[in-house]
Structure formats: structure tokens, C-alpha cells
């Protein structure tokens, strides 16, 4: 898991680094301000979770770095190719520069309100509680991508926003002037977003139990979908079992694999 996540917040600092397809000042905000949200709501998240739970864990220093790498996204650096002004024309939402201080910020609220919502509203939740959502990416990726896009809409810097943007007197409402007007377009746009993927994941799902049932009934999913195939998941020697070398591998069977060798002595 470690690997992964470590893997992850490497590709990342790519896939927000290089939205500018050079490097220049842009991509090395962008690329120091995915690390610094990251690593705060990482450390948030966990935190939380040593208050609460009186123990750290890797899931949810995992989980907290997620939030922030999602959360930091849309206010890294601008991202030329996903300026979504023209679509729909009214809304002009950005990819805008905040600065440091800024992501840190970014990161103490994507570290504890997706904490909030996953270990406090989910459970609470009937509707929730009804949603496969193993994982958490509703929490994850729903409620700290929301949180990063409304809050770049605040943290906006107007000069930082001024070196390569196309659309001029850009900045977050905590700078004044039209920034509150980019705050609420923000707000919009995150709220189409939503609404756009509700309605397509509708028609998709739709469309897929035609063909298929999306759940399994609940004997199965008692018994476990790891069963249908004859296995059990994350056991590499049965449920919680640790390796024994009087009866594994060598001797995990009853053939003659490991039997003494019988039949008629001769002496020469």
C-alpha cells in the first residue's frame, strides 16, 4: 500500500507539474504546492485519527494524502489545456496559482472535513450506508475535489494569477474586488460538475443492468465475491494464517511429495 500511495503522490506531482508542458515558473508552484497541501492533510488526517482513534494507521495517512493531492489540483498552476471558460461560456472557471501559505490552508481542511464526513456523516448516513463505496472516493475525491475547487476560488493571488492567464483582474474573493465573482462561478461549476455526473453515471449504470445486475444479492456478498473463484482475499495462507513450514508449501499436501522412501533394502 505504502508503495502505491508513494507512487501516487510522485505521479501526481507530474500530472499537476506538468499541465503547463514546460518548465517553467508555472509548473514549479504547481509542483511545491501539491507537495506542501499533501503532506499537511496527511498529517492532519492522521492526527485526527490518533485523537480520536488513540492510534495512527496507513490507511488513513494514505487517505489524508489523497484528499489533499485531489483538493490541491485545481489551485496548483493553471492548466492551459483544461481552462473550461468556453464551456459552458458564462461560468470562466480557471486553474489559478494560490501561494504557499494558502495550500497549507487547503490542506488542514482537506484533511479533516473528508475525515469528518467519512468517519461521522457516512455512518450516520442511511443513504450512505447503502452505497458500496469501499474505498471512500465519494470522500476522497467528491467532497475534497469540491473543497479545492471553491476554495481556489478564495485563495486565488491576483499577481501569481497575472503572469500567464488570459483572462485579465483574476483573483480569489479574500483579494476583493470581482473576486467574489469568481468564488460564486466557482461554486457554480463545481455544482455542474456534479450535476453532470450524476446524470451521465445514472444513464451508464442504466444502461449496464440491462446487460447485468450491478449488485450481488446479499447471500453472496455474506459469503463474499472473493468465493465465487475459490479464493480468499488478502490471504497468502489462509484467513490470517501465518506460514508453517511443518505444513505448507513441502507439506501442504498429502501426496508423496515429502514421504520416505520405502521398499527393499539391498546390501552389495
Known amino acids: ?5 508513494g507512487l501516487l503522490w510522485m505521479g501526481w506531482a507530474g500530472f499537476n507539474g506538468g499541465d503547463p508542458y514546460s518548465a517553467n515558473i508555472d509548473s514549479s508552484l504547481a509542483v511545491l504546492n501539491t507537495n506542501i497541501c499533501a503532506a499537511t492533510s496527511l498529517l492532519v488526517w492522521t492526527c485526527l485519527d490518533v485523537i480520536f482513534f488513540k492510534k495512527p494507521s496507513v490507511i488513513g495517512a494514505v487517505q489524508g494524502m489523497i484528499t489533499g493531492l485531489v483538493c490541491i489540483t485545481p489551485g496548483a498552476g493553471k492548466c492551459f489545456s483544461v481552462v473550461a471558460y468556453s464551456f459552458p461560456p458564462f461560468l470562466n472557471i480557471q486553474l489559478e496559482w494560490i501561494e504557499g501559505w494558502a495550500a497549507i490552508v487547503m490542506g488542514v481542511l482537506s484533511g479533516s472535513i473528508p475525515w469528518f464526513t467519512m468517519m461521522i456523516v457516512h455512518k450516520r448516513s442511511r ?7 469501499t474505498l471512500g472516493v465519494f470522500h476522497t475525491h467528491a467532497v475534497a475535489g469540491f473543497l479545492g475547487g471553491a476554495t481556489t476560488g478564495l485563495f486565488a493571488e491576483p499577481k501569481l494569477c497575472g503572469l500567464f ?28 460538475v456534479v450535476g453532470w455526473n450524476i446524470v451521465a453515471t445514472t444513464i451508464i449504470c442504466l444502461v449496464i443492468r440491462l446487460v447485468m445486475p450491478l449488485r450481488m444479492s446479499e447471500e453472496q456478498l455474506t459469503i463474499g465475491d472473493d468465493a465465487v473463484h475459490g479464493e480468499e482475499a488478502y490471504a497468502l495462507w489462509g484467513d490470517g494464517e501465518k506460514y508453517d ?24
Open 1 to 5: 500500500m505504502l508503495t502505491g500511495a
Open 165 to 192: 492567464l488570459p483572462v485579465t483582474n483574476s483573483r480569489g474573493g479574500f483579494y476583493g474586488g470581482v473576486g467574489g465573482v469568481q468564488f460564486l462561478k466557482q461554486l457554480v461549476g463545481a455544482l455542474f
Open 127 to 133: 443513504l450512505l450506508q447503502q452505497v458500496d463505496d
Open 245 to 268: 513450514s511443518t505444513r505448507h508449501g513441502w507439506y501442504s499436501d498429502e501426496t508423496q511429495h515429502n514421504a520416505v522412501a520405502t521398499g527393499v533394502t539391498l546390501n552389495v
